[in-house]
Each structure stands twice: as structure tokens, then as C-alpha cells.
């Protein structure tokens, strides 16, 4: 996710991977026409590994139906370390833990970084951490999603190609991905499903920042995530027709993925911009989810939080279920069918 803030505040899953070795030992049940439905459940802090059992029974109960899957960020700004404890409250609420791990030295955006630098993964400066958190996670012992690296085609991230010479950045990316992944399966974390999840745009639009890229291949890769939303704040510029971007992003992912599932990782849309409704905004775009308009998307994931992006309150993001009027309302409608699953299925 994208913020403009003025002061700052898984055993694996899908047969989608073709790693030999390192190939999880279970197959995700994929069935044409069924989304699974997850959720990020924050709070008002803006912090991203902020989340508690209180936040995520919070939205199921508003949403009216379980997540699959429940996903926050692991800042290694605060600490290394696997996030055991919040990874294992999820999984006792039968959801899977889905990890954003996040190296960098602070949440401040588009700055460059020096701790978590891409050069410094390649060049196997951070094995030790990477070599722990990989035998953490074999040692949890149950399915994981993680993510590195996330929306990698845009510039707020450190890890995208503009603060690493453009061109031969994403050569870069592509090598500390593989570098990660491997370092991690190394230490027997087979139990990890691993997401390359790209941003809704290309931002900047240059030839160089094409997400494709960025793609690390296939063998490291098992799911293809999305960020799309409507907009960021209350007084963003522009308002993003869903269904307009997705008929111009998918096609582009297939060929990339050559088939892997689909999941839209971030899904979001503020209250109170001019320029539209987000309860319109987001019953549009399940309708067209839950329609099979896009045969390789395979779930959603609504991010359900809000945060302050100056001393302004009326610019405060809000997109949670329980404050923005008739979001509620939406999402217990548009779920109320089985072709929304709860839970993941193994075959």
C-alpha cells in the first residue's frame, strides 16, 4: 500500500509451484467459480503489524463470514525475528497466517535504504536473519503465505528499480527475491506458499518499471497477488475504475504466470472522496469477483483499516466495516454465497 502520510507515525499450498526439492507436500483445492476470502484487520494506528484477535473477529463478525486467510506485516524495523506469537493466534482461529515481510529500517517511505538494501541480500549480508526466520517458520510446522517485496512497481518502496539504477534494479529485485527464498527453503521451509505481489499500476510508467520485470520465475513463485484500490485518501485526485483495471491488468499477469492463481492481496477504497463511493466502489467490484469475470482470480482481501495522513482529521482514511456507513451492509450481501470460502481445502 501506497501512503502519502505527513508524519509517521503452509507444509505448502498450491501445485501452482514447479520447485523439484522444495515442492510443497499439499495441493490447495482451486475450484473454478470459488474465491477465498481474507482480510487485513487493522486499527486506527496506521501501524501495519497492529492487529489482534479483537480486530479480526471485529470484521468477520460484520462481514458475516470467516477469512481464509489473515495478513499483516512483519517490520523488521522492530524485530527480525519470526512473528511466532501473532502467526499463531490466526492459526488457532483455523485462518492462515499471511506474512508481509517487510525488511526495512523504518515505514517512512520513498527513501532509500542502507540496513535491508537489495545489495545487501544478494550479497548474503543478511543470511543469519534470513537463515532464522526461514528455520522459525519449517518449525511452526503448518501452511504460511509470505510475501517480500511487495508492490515492487512502485516507487514509495526501497526495493523498486528507480533507487537501484532502473534497469539493472530489477535485475537486483529479481535476485534478492530468489536469494530469500531459496536461503529459507534451505532451512526446510517447504511449509511457505510465496506471493510476488505487484501494484495495480505501473508507477512510474516507464518500460523499465513493467512489473513483468520484476517476475523472479516460477520456481520461487506460487501465487501472484494484487493491490488495487480505488483511491488513498479522502482528497486523492483521481478515483480508479475497477473493472476497467483489471480487464488491462490480468491479461498481462496470465502470460507472466503462466497460470498460477490470482488472489487481489490489498483491496480498498476510502470514505468520503469526492469523486465517488466506496460502499458503490466495492459492491461493483465483488460483483464482478464473484461474477468469474477473471477465470485465473482465485480470492480478495479487503484491507479493513484506517489511518491519519496529516493533522487535518477530515483526511483521516477510513475504510473499516465498522465505521464507514453501509460497507457492512455490502460485504454481507455480496458474501453471502458458497462460492466464498472460508477455509483452504487440500487435495
Not at 499450498?13 to 510443497?24: D, E, K, N, Q
Request: charged residues 20%; aromatic residues 16%.
Amino acid at each position: 500500500m501506497r501512503r502519502f502520510i505527513f508524519f509517521f507515525l503452509v507444509v505448502g499450498l498450491l501445485g501452482a509451484c514447479s520447485s523439484t526439492a522444495t515442492a510443497p507436500s499439499f495441493e490447495l483445492s482451486m475450484t473454478a467459480g470459488s474465491y477465498y476470502h481474507g482480510v487485513y484487520p487493522g486499527s486506527d494506528t496506521g501501524d501495519e503489524s497492529d492487529i489482534s484477535l479483537a480486530h479480526l473477529q471485529s470484521y468477520e463478525t460484520l462481514a458475516g463470514r470467516k477469512a481464509a486467510w489473515v495478513y499483516f506485516s512483519n517490520e523488521w524495523y522492530k524485530s527480525r525475528a519470526f512473528p511466532w506469537a501473532t502467526a499463531k493466534w490466526i492459526r488457532e482461529t483455523g485462518s492462515l497466517p499471511f506474512i508481509r515481510l517487510m525488511l526495512r529500517s523504518s515505514p517512512e517511505i520513498s527513501v532509500e535504504e542502507t540496513t535491508f538494501s537489495l545489495e545487501r541480500i544478494v550479497a548474503g549480508e543478511l543470511d543469519d536473519d534470513l537463515r532464522a526466520w526461514g528455520k522459525a517458520a519449517a518449525n511452526f510446522g503448518t501452511p504460511l503465505i509470505v510475501e517480500w517485496g511487495g508492490e515492487m512497481n512502485g516507487y514509495w518502496f526501497h526495493w523498486n528499480a528507480y533507487w537501484h539504477g532502473k534497469e539493472a534494479g530489477t535485475e537486483l529485485y529479481k535476485q534478492a527475491y530468489r536469494h530469500i527464498v531459496e536461503t529459507m527453503r534451505g532451512e526446510g521451509a517447504s511449509n511457505i506458499t510465496w506471493v510476488f505481489h505487484v501494484n495495480g499500476d505501473d508507477d512510474p510508467s516507464a518500460a523499465w518499471n513493467r512489473f513483468e520485470n520484476y517476475y523472479p520465475g516460477h520456481d520461487v513463485i506460487n501465487w501472484i497477488g494484487i493491490s488495487m484500490y480505488s483511491a488513498q485518501t479522502p482528497y486523492d485526485s483521481y478515483w480508479t475504475n475497477f473493472r476497467t483495471s483489471m480487464d488491462a491488468l490480468m491479461p498481462r499477469l496470465d502470460a507472466m504466470s503462466d497460470g498460477k492463481p490470482v488472489f487481489l492481496i490489498e483491496l480498498g477504497a476510502p470514505a468520503y472522496n469526492a469523486l465517488g463511493r466506496s460502499v458503490d466502489w466495492v459492491d461493483g467490484a465483488l460483483g464482478d469477483i464473484l461474477a468469474n469475470r477473471w477465470d485465473t482470480l482465485r480470492g480478495f482481501s479487503w484491507w479493513n483499516e484506517a489511518w491519519a495522513n496529516d493533522t487535518n482529521p477530515a483526511h483521516d482514511t477510513d475504510m473499516r466495516l465498522e465505521t464507514v456507513p453501509g460497507l457492512a451492509e455490502v460485504f454481507q450481501r455480496r458474501l453471502a454465497t458458497p462460492r466464498v470460502l472460508e477455509r483452504f481445502t487440500f487435495e
